[in-house]
């Protein structure tokens, strides 16, 4: 429980709190489509991430070393650079817009020092990390949320408007991207795992494949729940609020409309605890990275954190919807590779040979650029690609290529053993 518990508040930061209530608010009748996109990108994917650090037990190096040691780098350097450099500072930038501001008036610098300055206390003390997490600040967070959840429903009729989206289910789809839940799932399980390993070292490798395993389970039935609590407060709340409400002062509202007057003082504890949980998840992923590629330097581990943590309160410092901005074209860019990569290793080793992994990634990478060209504002490639790739148009054109290319790369696997045992 305290390890499912710690994965829940390691996942749930800055976009889990601001993102699901304007899906609902904005889906009308629609909401149930827009959980479900939401969940299957937020919720199972992540899930799945964190069941495949399960079976691998090592860190993100090894999640993708199967394409090659090169691309495993590669791909390493480009998830710790995207996480410390958006996600992390966002967490900031959010704390600083809801729970500091509308309280104290201080400027975003004063917030993201303080801020970043305890993210940094809290990493190069990583052996209490599960305990500090997942005892004590967890339960916090979904005590709160439950309580806003639960009056909302309690409270409002049954009422949607009209859906605000073509498509409900691929918008929440690629809304779930924002989450980066599938990237904190490569990023926080290596975390967990050598967490893990620091405080259970007699545990047998099965052990600890069902510890992970029983506690990714829990922490995905949380936040399956209160993504789709957050998603139909924000439908059941569509009259009580302007059309064009940002998302921060969306959230604000719902929680001054279902606990009154100390909404401020409830909104701020579970905004700073949400997000402080993730930047440090964030950062120590990040130092531990760098400390395992040089196993010769002690201090590596420190220097890291405390790059991160400047670089935190550089960019933390900026509004939340212009890093939000920011970091579309790089989750177009990472996250399907990062979503391949997960399917993969979940799947049975006779399924996912390293011909596999490579044929797969390459064709997830070739079939997603036109979504990240698109992403820059370069519209015209992306419509004449709606043409003739299946889901491009729903910015999801990778899909079908990557699993054709799937079952085309286990079908010539199959055929080279049958050959092999015939000869």
């Not at 330097?297 to 420190?302: E, R």
Request: with cysteine; aromatic share 12%.
């Amino acid at each position: 429980m305290v390890t499912a518990f710690a994965l829940f508040s390691l996942f749930f930061g800055a976009g889990n709190l601001i993102l699901p209530p304007q899906l609902g608010f904005l889906s009308g009748e629609g909401w149930w489509l827009v959980a479900l996109g939401f969940c299957l990108s937020a919720v199972c994917i992540p899930v799945l991430g964190i069941l495949a650090h399960a079976r691998i037990q090592g860190g993100l190096f090894e999640f993708a070393s199967k394409v090659s040691p090169l691309f495993s780098l590669v791909y390493c350097i480009l998830i710790y650079t995207i996480s410390v450099a958006l996600p992390s500072p966002r967490t900031a930038a959010v704390t600083h817009e809801m729970a500091i501001e509308p309280l104290f008036g201080s400027s975003p610098l004063f917030t993201s020092v303080c801020y970043f300055t305890l993210v940094f206390v809290f990493v190069i003390n990583r052996s209490r990390l599960l305990d500090l997490i997942g005892k004590w600040l967890t339960p916090a967070i979904l005590l709160i949320l439950l309580l806003v959840i639960g009056i909302s429903i309690y409270d409002f009729p049954l009422n949607f408007g009209s859906t605000g989206f073509n498509s409900p289910f691929s918008h929440g789809v690629l809304e779930g991207y924002q989450t980066f839940d599938a990237i904190g799932a490569v990023v926080v399980g290596g975390v967990i795992i050598v967490s893990i390993n620091l405080q259970k070292k007699d545990r047998t490798y099965e052990l600890k494949k069902q510890l992970i395993g029983r506690a990714g389970f829990l922490a995905g039935l949380g936040l399956l729940s209160i993504y789709t609590g957050l998603i139909l407060s924000g439908a059941l709340l569509h009259e009580s609020f302007p059309a064009d409400i940002s998302r921060t002062a969306l959230l604000t509202g719902i929680s001054q409309v279902t606990l009154g007057k100390t909404a401020n003082i409830f909104l701020s504890l579970l905004v700073s605890l949400a997000c402080f949980t993730t930047a440090v998840g964030i950062v120590t992923g990040a130092s531990d990275f760098v400390r395992s590629r040089f196993p010769n330097q002690p201090k590596s581990y420190l220097y890291t954190a405390l790059t991160a943590c400047l670089l935190g309160i550089l960019v933390g410092q900026l509004n939340v919807g212009i890093i939000i901005d920011l970091a579309l074209p790089a989750l177009m860019f990472i996250y399907p590779v990062t979503i391949v990569l997960i399917l993969l290793n979940v799947l049975p080793e006779r399924f996912a040979s390293p011909l596999v992994f490579r044929s797969v990634i390459i064709t997830t990478i070739l079939f997603s650029t036109p979504d990240f060209i698109n992403s820059l504002g370069f519209i015209g490639l992306s419509e004449r690609s709606a043409n003739w790739i299946p889901l491009s148009g729903y910015s999801l054109g990778w899909v079908l290529p990557s699993f054709l290319v799937f079952l085309g790369g286990n079908l010539f696997s199959r055929k080279n053993d049958w050959k092999k045992q015939g000869g």
